[in-house]
T-cell receptor
């Protein structure tokens, strides 16, 4: 298994659908992150979980709902999204302590019709 | 305010030559870390190199080196002996403080194209 695995890699959904993105890490890290990457914009931090508790929510709309059931898994539940939510969603993990490096997954490319 | 500035939207380099990708940052913290990531077309962000604000020597990792000029608040990435596989987006990032690992800001990125 590679370090951080994201599924699905591609997702197309209508504005009324409900779907979920999944992230799994096999690195023994204790922090996990969701980032959003839109065209021509810097990466935006959405959510941070440390030891399975959410420690940061950067004013993300409630149509995005994260879930971290354990230190290895992270979900992003999606409902009633807007076309402007179409983006690459990147999951990352790290050790919470010290100056440690984020390890990213390959991302989930989301298209909202 | 923009914390990380990458002024080169796109760069071209001839295969086997060296290239410098620019990055300047803005912080009032004394303790911070600087990172460079590579993002190929596949989408995955790949960590390349790290420089701590207290590190006196420039970081190096194989063909990658970081030209850290603290007074000028710049952290340029130098890639030596460019290869075709180096063609990708490159992002500079900064994490402020020793404990806030969540406070990492990314620049807008530079697209590097290596020409054969």
């Amino acid at each position: 298994e590679t370090g951080v695995t994201q599924t699905p890699r591609h997702l197309v959904m209508g504005m009324t659908n409900k779907k979920s993105l999944k992230c799994e890490q096999h690195l023994g890290h204790n922090a996990m992150y969701w980032y959003k990457q839109s065209a021509k914009k810097p990466l935006e931090l959405m959510f941070v979980y440390s030891l399975e508790e959410r420690v940061e929510n950067n004013s993300v709309p409630s149509r995005f709902s994260p879930e971290c059931p354990n230190s290895s898994h992270l979900f992003l539940h999606l409902h009633t999204l807007q076309p402007e939510d179409s983006a690459l969603y990147l999951c990352a993990s790290s050790r919470w302590e010290g100056a440690n490096v984020l390890t990213f997954g390959a991302g989930s490319r989301l298209t909202v019709l | 305010a923009q914390k990380i500035t990458q002024t080169q939207p796109g760069m071209f380099v001839q295969e086997k030559e060296a290239v410098t990708l620019d990055c300047t940052y803005d912080t009032s913290d004394q303790s911070y870390g600087l990172f460079w990531y590579k993002q190929p077309s596949s989408g995955e962000m790949i960590f390349l190199i790290y420089q701590g604000s207290y590190d006196e020597q420039n970081a190096t990792e194989g063909r990658y080196s970081l030209n850290f000029q603290k007074a000028r608040k710049s952290a340029n990435l130098v890639i030596s002996a460019s290869q075709l596989g180096d063609s990708a987006m490159y992002f500079c990032a900064m994490r402020e403080g020793l404990r806030n690992n969540n406070d990492m800001r990314f620049g807008a990125g530079t697209r590097l194209t290596v020409k054969p």
